[in-house]
């Protein structure tokens, strides 16, 4: 008899297109009774020995197998079946907490009123249910052993996900009470990140629960038993567990307690298959709306690149201040700014400066380290004079300001640096080292301990030559200073530029070209350099084979050298 139950219970993971909405599940559950064991076995034998003589079984065979003793209920997505414990309570308004709590209630007075209702054992808890974040883990793993004949200790992340709620239900209890527990931990331990780790993704739960109470005594909750659990992402993925019979023996079910009564469970699936024509129609559908997204996009981004006019340099920076270390003290942040030089410009809305946030240190090796993973963007322009200008002059220039706030609100200058805008297009990863004003005395160091406060620069240009300055030579004679930490940097460099071309001075060098060569018109013009070309191509050849083969040889083997 062992071998008539289906003893894998693991879960299956489907893929559809169609709406969940659309599932339906037939459930049947079916106690296994010692007469209609015994009955079942005899039958098996009857029909494998049938040349013996037949044999009536109609004695054996139980009439009364029907009735509390099997149910069979097909089960829609969400579709919500009270128990008999949920009928008795939701049929008390005092006990309803929630509006939906009195939705049942309104519900349930309507089914007795009418027939009442068309199920008996099985029930479903649905997404909204209470019941179904607050089912505990040892009730799930109680359930899956019932149904598994090899128990297996649950592992560590499921029993963290047992306790995962869905991002989008109210923080609320069973009693509709609010925890007093944190939100966030500003300050997290190795084990609480441990334990708060998990996946967390967003999924549509529905249980299909069993009443395995004895006849008569139904709506006991230490009967109740989790039959089937089917969970869906809203993308298509479908979780059902355990998987559909296909063809295949039913699942065993075992319950506890003195009684140690067995249940069948089969499960199959019997949404509505859909049409040839229906299918064709939504596999059309679904193309047109591919087509049409496909062609929204593009008019958005158009056909061409967006070209900057001619003789314009685009520059276009994704930046990234990634961290700083080796400052004196904690809770850093950084100013920021850029500088254009001449015939640089930017956007009326672009941003020139910034500041980050605060950021706590953490020691990594010997050095302490902030990091700050701060994003910031720029867009600039060059625009160019001169159409013999080959290369850029001066680049854009980031300066920024390293510094410190504790809980006292003491602020302290903990070094300036700056940050030359790559002339390469492509991925830089910069670390620009950084200093600080010094004032030598005691009683500057003691302020700088007990109050905050330090020398800084009035004009932040100074950390480098800046670019207004006219003289030959900058001098800090006298200015003391100390080498602090260094910040690093993620910079995305693009440049997008068109070839500088000007009308005019084309149109010169055109007209110079038809002076030089006797004022003809342009069609003999292109003629006249045709037949130029064609007559310095064969003196080439002529003079290529006039000379000897050894010198040829000689010469190519030599740029080939100079070449590697």
């Known amino acids: 008899m062992a071998d008539c139950w289906n003893t894998d219970t693991g879960e299956a993971v489907f893929r559809s297109r169609d709406a969940v909405k659309n599932l339906r599940i037939k459930v049947r559950i079916e106690r296994v009774t010692s007469t209609a064991a015994l009955s079942q076995h005899l039958q098996q034998q009857v029909l494998s020995q049938q040349d013996r003589g037949a044999i009536e079984l109609e004695t054996l065979t139980s009439q009364g197998h029907t009735g509390d003793n099997e149910e069979e209920l097909v089960v829609g997505w969400q579709e919500k079946l009270f128990s008999q414990y949920e009928m008795e309570m939701f049929q008390n308004e005092a006990a309803c907490q929630t509006p939906l709590d009195r939705q049942y209630h309104t519900e349930v007075k309507a089914l007795n009123k009418a027939k009442g209702r068309r199920n ?4 479903t808890y649905t997404d909204h249910d209470r019941y179904t974040n607050c089912l505990p883990l040892h009730q799930l793993q109680q359930s899956t052993d019932l149904l598994t004949t090899t128990k297996s200790s649950p592992t560590f992340l499921a029993e963290r996900m047992a306790s995962v709620r869905h991002r989008r239900q109210e923080r609320r209890t069973i009693d509709s009470s609010i925890p007093k527990s944190k939100i966030i931990n500003f300050e997290p331990t190795e084990e609480f990140v441990k334990n708060s780790h ?19 005594r139904l709506g006991q909750n230490e009967n109740e038993c989790l039959l089937v659990t089917i969970k869906t992402d809203g993308n298509g993925t479908v979780v059902v567990k355990p998987d559909f019979n296909k063809g295949k023996e ?15 469970l089969s499960l199959e699936n ?25 062609d929204y996009l593009n008019s958005l981004v158009g056909q061409d690149f967006e070209m900057p006019p001619a003789g314009i340099l685009r520059y276009v920076m994704n930046g990234e201040i990634v961290s700083a270390k080796g400052f004196e003290y904690d809770n850093l942040y950084i100013h920021f700014f850029m500088e254009l030089p001449n015939n640089w410009s930017s956007l009326p809305f672009q941003a020139l400066s910034g500041v980050t946030q605060t950021c706590r240190t953490k020691t990594v090796g010997k050095e302490n380290v902030a990091f700050f993973s701060f994003p910031f963007s720029f867009e600039a322009f060059y625009m160019c004079e001169k159409e013999s200008e080959d290369s850029i002059p001066q680049w ?29 297009p492509g991925k830089h990863t910069v670390t620009c080292h950084t200093w600080r004003p010094l004032q030598t005395g005691t009683v500057s160091a003691l302020r700088r301990f007990f109050i905050g406060g330090s020398p800084e620069l009035e004009d932040h240009s100074y950390v480098r030559i800046p670019g207004t300055f006219k003289g030959e030579r900058l001098s800090r004679f006298g200015f003391c200073t100390e080498t602090t930490g260094s910040v690093t940097f993620n910079l995305h460099c693009i440049q997008q530029a068109r070839a500088f071309v000007d009308a005019t001075m084309l149109k010169k060098r055109r007209q110079k070209v038809f002076d030089q060569l006797g004022g003809f018109s342009q069609q003999g013009a292109v003629c006249t350099i045709l037949e130029a070309f064609q007559r310095a191509r064969r003196k080439m050849q002529e003079a290529r084979e006039s000379h000897p083969r050894d010198l040829i040889n000689a010469t190519s083997q030599l740029q080939i050298e100079s070449s590697a």
């Open 120 to 123: 008996r054992r099985i029930f």
């Open 198 to 216: 998990v996946v967390n993704t967003t999924m549509q739960t529905m249980h299909i629960m069993g009443d395995l109470s004895p006849p008569g």
């Open 250 to 264: 039913p699942y065993r079910i075992v319950t506890e307690g003195e009684r140690r009564e067995v249940w069948r």
């Open 270 to 294: 019997v949404s509505t298959a859909m049409k040839p024509e229906e299918m064709e129609k939504e596999q059309n559908m679904y193309k047109d709306l591919y087509v049409r997204h496909k």
């Open 396 to 424: 854009p220039v980031l300066y920024f300001k390293v510094l410190s706030l504790d809980s006292w609100q003491r602020y302290r200058t903990e070094g300036y640096g700056y940050l030359l805008f790559p002339a390469m």
